[in-house]
């Protein structure tokens, strides 16, 4: 998946010949599941139309102050549109362009958003070669790399002018990928690799029964979807569940009990930086596993169990330089409980659920949890989507990373 999916892009297009090709530019960040806008100076009207590029965006293209096609919406908002925006390109940035972007110089919707853009922005210059090399062009650069934006530099070949050089706008294809290298190596957790748990375990009573809970596992595939989306990489050790994942950066390991949940975690947790567990393991399992089905007959009949090893206090026992994040759910003396289970498993930070809490556990689409760390500093948290609290549990990461550097 790329990293644009999803994401909020403004495109704004001036005007020089290279225009024509941002209708595959639309197309490709469409294709990479991302969402477009357009914004045009009026001249860049004349390479290519707005309707072409409306088509393409799925969305109107905005060109002026003035709406004229809207009665009720007469005014076209510079600001909603830059702060809509994830990503900020420019493309093509003719000489003229980048000169106003430059200096302020607002006298179009383009440079109205570009100055009202808090994202970042990306602007891919488009010239004739001794436009491009001149001194006035490459002051323009600096000043626009000392503002932050980052250039998409042009290439090399044949020119509308007939004149062969630098100056050609980079091809779509090639400003995407230059983009999502970019978002990638700049993502908090790039190289960062991270254990998540999931699901709940099944423990074998005989070939066709089990013990097992009403976990969905969910709040684990939402963290290790956003983990992965933040460029980690993720081992998802998972116990059955619906869910499955298809990102290149996510290897899952499919378990069914906790002893082979145990297993995998320990094969892995001397590699990673971080380790989430967010499976609801079985704490006991049947001591014997009946080889045949086993067969009523009494009116009473008794299992006796056996507790399954703690993989997290293990872990936690284990961990040198890890991250250790714990969950708790808990229905009385939550705090309490918490804390003990911090201390018994060694963690840096556990995620407690209580069942007091309407929304929160199992089979819900969200969850209310409390963050309390080592140091038993609490932090109640809203109730929200478990892709939020996920959310929320990756920054927790991310601070802790900030604080090492
Ligand atoms: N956990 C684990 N291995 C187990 C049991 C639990 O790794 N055998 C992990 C869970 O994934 C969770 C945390 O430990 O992150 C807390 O689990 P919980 O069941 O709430 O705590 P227990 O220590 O089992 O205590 P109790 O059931 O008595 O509350």
Request: charged fraction near 20%; glycine fraction near 6%.
């Amino acid at each position: 998946m790329s990293v644009l999916n999803g994401k909020k892009i403004l495109l704004g297009v001036s005007g020089g010949i290279a225009a024509y090709k941002t209708a595959s530019l639309v197309r490709l960040f469409i294709k990479a599941g991302a969402h477009v806008q357009v914004i045009m100076t009026p001249a860049s009207k004349d390479f290519v139309t707005p309707l072409t590029l409306s088509t393409l965006s799925k969305n109107p293209v905005y060109s002026s102050f003035y709406n004229e096609e809207d009665e009720n919406e007469k005014w076209n908002n510079h600001v909603e549109l830059a702060l809509w925006a994830d990503l900020m390109i420019i493309a093509p940035a003719t000489a003229n362009t980048l000169s106003k972007m430059t200096s302020g110089t607002c006298d179009n919707l383009l440079i109205a958003a570009y100055l009202s853009a808090k994202c970042p922005v990306y602007f891919a210059p488009a010239m004739d070669l001794d436009m491009y090399k001149h001194p006035s062009t490459i002051a323009n650069f600096y000043s626009l790399a000392q503002f932050g934006n980052v250039i998409i530099p042009a290439e090399t070949g044949e020119l509308a002018s007939g004149l062969s050089g630098e100056g050609r706008m980079a091809e779509p294809e090639n400003i995407v990928a230059f983009i999502e290298d970019d978002l990638s190596s700049k993502l908090p957790l790039k190289g960062k690799k991270i254990l998540v748990t999931a699901g709940p375990t099944y423990e074998a009573i005989d070939p066709v029964r089990f013990i097992g809970n009403h976990s969905s596992g969910k709040m684990g595939y939402d963290i290790a979807t956003c983990a992965a989306n933040l460029g980690a990489a993720v081992i998802l050790v998972s116990g059955p569940t619906n869910y499955n994942v298809s990102n290149p950066l996510i290897t899952i390991i499919n378990v069914i009990s906790a002893e082979e949940m145990y297993v995998a975690c320990h094969q892995f947790f001397g590699d990673v930086d971080v380790a989430i567990a967010a499976a609801a393991v079985a704490d006991y399992k049947p001591k014997n596993i009946a080889k045949q089905k086993i067969k009523k007959a009494a009116d009473n009949f008794v299992i006796e169990l056996e507790k399954t090893k703690d993989i997290l206090a293990s872990l936690g026992a284990l961990k040198k330089n890890q991250f250790l994040i714990g969950f708790a759910l808990e229905t009385e003396n939550e705090i309490e409980n918490a804390k003990q289970k911090i201390q018994k498993k060694n963690l840096d930070l556990i995620v407690l659920n209580s069942l007091q809490d309407q929304g929160a556990g199992f089979g819900k689409p969200t969850n209310k949890v409390t963050f309390i760390d080592q140091f038993f500093n609490q932090e109640p948290m809203e109730l929200k989507s478990k892709e939020s609290v996920a959310e929320d549990i990756l920054n927790k990461v991310i601070a802790h990373f900030e604080k090492l550097k």
